[in-house]
């Protein structure tokens, strides 16, 4: 069973997915990211009200086996984040790209060419 | 160049995840760490470790021999006993851990050691240099398969498939025994804490037996709950918190030096170290947060780093992160807190005893 990689999202190398809505972005970590985790423990995501950039980390994912930094393909305002992941990552790997997304950002600056479509993707993945 | 263990078909077909560890491809996990995690510590799991090193050792007066190579008092041991123990260089740091199965016999006598796999080859070296002549040294590995079944139902489940008494069969023990009708050998040793086995048999008994106690109820575990499992015995992995760099004196194995034997490689530093006192420990630490202290973080007290996280896991026996690492001697009692920096911030720990869980008897 491989995972999925829905279309309507793009993606960068480090398996996060951002979902665009207007100037609105949904971030989250991808099928693959959740997978090679296995059993997340533990997510620490900005304050709504922060500030997240470009090319930089917004937060970490950590299960018992690694720890891994979150990077953001979007510069903007937090305008929600995900409070039922952070106390129960376990809804993040069961649904990644539903319940277990991870934040909202208002965005002010995006460039397409930072990130992946679902098939570029796939391909990293696969080789 | 990647090394497969006589089982790794078996473990692809049964879905593993598969990772590298020390030159091998091993089981990561099969259905997550944490589920395997608790068929061990509930019921049984099953781990291919057939990428340990074993050397068959043979001569006359085998255990005179070994005596100057390890810190260890080996004269009490009886044929059929083992015991763990460390090589040391002649600064007393540790070379590797292993654990020495006597097998006994009279000229001349056999032994069995198994040793870490990234060790291997560095431990063959060392000993052809400094084995005394008459002791001949076979490297055996993944010769067969090497299998640990561990958990507080490994002997209920394993009992049907053996033609030895398990009952009689105490903690570090061993033998040879008939699994499923074919040739093989048991100890009653393991790395989790737990009640359990390794059994030494052929590729093609040990792919039976996995699937015979899988059968009976057993999990197929992988690598990650070996070292959730590991850590929360607070046992000692080598590479991480045991290294040439730590003496058995800092890593909490005190035990394993006997000053009443006679001489072996790295007791004048031992002995040193021992009267001019120890400078740093290995303490188990324990943090109530989520966030694990890994290999590497500073341990740090009044603001100076102090020390180093040598492993660390969130402990699911626990519900909390558990991890070692190497403080002041001062800084080591049980209660002491220190801080740890996960990622610029600092997160209050404490020195726990060891180890962090311990089995019902």
Same mark, same amino acid.
């Given at each position: 069973?491989?995972?999925?990689?829905?279309?309507?999202?793009?993606?960068?190398?480090?398996?996060?997915?951002?979902?665009?809505?207007?100037?609105?972005?949904?971030?989250?970590?991808?099928?693959?990211?959740?997978?090679?985790?296995?059993?997340?423990?533990?997510?620490?995501?900005?304050?709504?009200?922060?500030?997240?950039?470009?090319?930089?980390?917004?937060?970490?994912?950590?299960?018992?086996?690694?720890?891994?930094?979150?990077?953001?393909?979007?510069?903007?305002?937090?305008?929600?984040?995900?409070?039922?992941?952070?106390?129960?990552?376990?809804?993040?790997?069961?649904?990644?790209?539903?319940?277990?997304?991870?934040?909202?950002?208002?965005?002010?600056?995006?460039?397409?060419?930072?990130?992946?479509?679902?098939?570029?993707?796939?391909?990293?993945?696969?080789? | 160049?990647?090394?497969?263990?006589?089982?790794?078909?078996?473990?692809?077909?049964?879905?593993?995840?598969?990772?590298?560890?020390?030159?091998?491809?091993?089981?990561?996990?099969?259905?997550?760490?944490?589920?395997?995690?608790?068929?061990?510590?509930?019921?049984?799991?099953?781990?291919?470790?057939?990428?340990?090193?074993?050397?068959?050792?043979?001569?006359?007066?085998?255990?005179?021999?070994?005596?100057?190579?390890?810190?260890?008092?080996?004269?009490?041991?009886?044929?059929?006993?083992?015991?763990?123990?460390?090589?040391?260089?002649?600064?007393?740091?540790?070379?590797?851990? +292993?654990?020495?199965?006597? /097998? #006994?016999?009279?000229?001349? &006598?056999? %032994? @069995?050691?198994?040793?870490?796999?990234? !060790?291997?080859?560095?431990?063959?070296?060392?000993?052809?240099?400094?084995?005394?002549?008459?002791?001949?040294?076979?490297?055996?590995?993944?010769?067969?398969?090497?299998?640990?079944?561990?958990?507080?139902?490994?002997?209920?489940?394993?009992?049907?498939?053996?033609?030895?008494?398990?009952?009689?069969?105490?903690?570090?023990?061993?033998?040879?025994?008939?699994?499923?009708?074919?040739?093989?050998?048991?100890?009653?040793?393991?790395?989790?804490?737990?009640?359990?086995?390794?059994?030494?048999?052929?590729?093609?008994?040990?792919?039976? +037996?996995?699937?015979?106690? /899988? #059968?009976?109820?057993?999990? &197929?575990? %992988? @690598?990650?709950?070996?070292?959730?499992? !590991?850590?929360?015995?607070?046992?000692?992995?080598?590479?991480?918190?045991?290294?040439?760099?730590?003496?058995?004196?800092?890593?909490?194995?005190?035990?394993?030096?006997?000053?009443?034997?006679?001489?072996?490689?790295?007791?004048?530093?031992?002995?040193?170290?021992?009267?001019?006192?120890?400078?740093?420990?290995?303490?188990?630490?324990?943090?109530?947060?989520?966030?694990?202290?890994?290999?590497?973080?500073?341990?740090?007290?009044?603001?100076?780093?102090?020390?180093?996280?040598?492993?660390?896991?969130?402990?699911?026996?626990?519900?909390?992160?558990?991890?070692?690492?190497?403080?002041?001697?001062?800084?080591?009692?049980?209660?002491?807190?220190?801080?740890?920096?996960?990622?610029?911030?600092?997160?209050?720990?404490?020195?726990?005893?060891?180890?962090?869980?311990?089995?019902?008897?």
């Amino acid at each position: 069973m491989s995972p999925e990689y829905p279309e309507h999202l793009r993606y960068l190398d480090s398996h996060e997915y951002c979902g665009l809505e207007g100037s609105i972005a949904t971030l989250g970590i991808t099928a693959y990211a959740v997978e090679e985790l296995g059993d997340i423990v533990f997510v620490e995501l900005p304050a709504v009200g922060s500030r997240v950039t470009r090319g930089q980390t917004f937060g970490t994912v950590e299960s018992v086996k690694a720890v891994e930094d979150l990077n953001s393909p979007v510069t903007g305002l937090v305008t929600e984040r995900n409070q039922p992941v952070v106390d129960a990552p376990e809804v993040l790997a069961a649904d990644p790209y539903g319940q277990g997304w991870l934040i909202r950002v208002q965005v002010e600056e995006y460039d397409p060419a930072d990130t992946l479509s679902a098939s570029e993707y796939r391909q990293r993945l696969e080789g | 160049m990647t090394r497969r263990t006589p089982l790794h078909d078996l473990m692809l077909h049964l879905g593993a995840r598969m990772t590298k560890f020390a030159g091998w491809e091993l089981p990561l996990s099969f259905h997550g760490i944490l589920q395997e995690h608790q068929a061990v510590r509930t019921g049984g799991g099953l781990f291919d470790i057939s990428h340990m090193g074993r050397f068959e050792l043979v001569g006359v007066g085998l255990i005179d021999k070994l005596q100057p190579l390890v810190p260890t008092d080996l004269s009490r041991l009886q044929p059929g006993q083992a015991q763990y123990t460390v090589l040391l260089n002649p600064e007393g740091g540790i070379l590797d851990d +292993l654990i020495f199965y006597y /097998q #006994g016999g009279e000229d001349p &006598a056999r %032994g @069995l050691m198994i040793v870490n796999a990234g !060790r291997t080859a560095a431990d063959e070296a060392w000993l052809q240099t400094n084995l005394p002549p008459g002791v001949r040294l076979e490297n055996t590995t993944s010769k067969q398969a090497l299998i640990a079944f561990q958990g507080p139902r490994a002997a209920l489940w394993l009992q049907p498939l053996v033609d030895l008494d398990l009952e009689k069969l105490p903690g570090f023990s061993h033998s040879p025994v008939r699994v499923l009708g074919q040739p093989g050998w048991l100890a009653r040793t393991g790395y989790t804490g737990e009640d359990g086995f390794e059994l030494l048999v052929s590729p093609q008994t040990g792919e039976h +037996l996995w699937r015979a106690l /899988q #059968g009976a109820g057993a999990a &197929a575990c %992988g @690598l990650g709950a070996r070292d959730t499992l !590991r850590l929360e015995a607070a046992l000692g992995l080598y590479g991480l918190d045991l290294d040439e760099s730590t003496t058995p004196l800092e890593a909490g194995l005190s035990w394993l030096v006997d000053w009443s034997k006679g001489e072996f490689i790295g007791r004048e530093a031992l002995s040193a170290q021992k009267h001019s006192g120890l400078h740093r420990r290995l303490v188990g630490l324990t943090t109530p947060g989520r966030h694990i202290p890994r290999h590497g973080y500073p341990l740090v007290y009044q603001g100076q780093k102090v020390g180093e996280v040598t492993s660390g896991t969130l402990a699911p026996s626990l519900g909390h992160p558990i991890a070692l690492g190497y403080v002041p001697r001062a800084l080591s009692s049980p209660g002491q807190t220190l801080g740890v920096e996960i990622r610029g911030q600092t997160w209050e720990v404490t020195v726990a005893k060891r180890p962090f869980y311990r089995r019902s008897q």
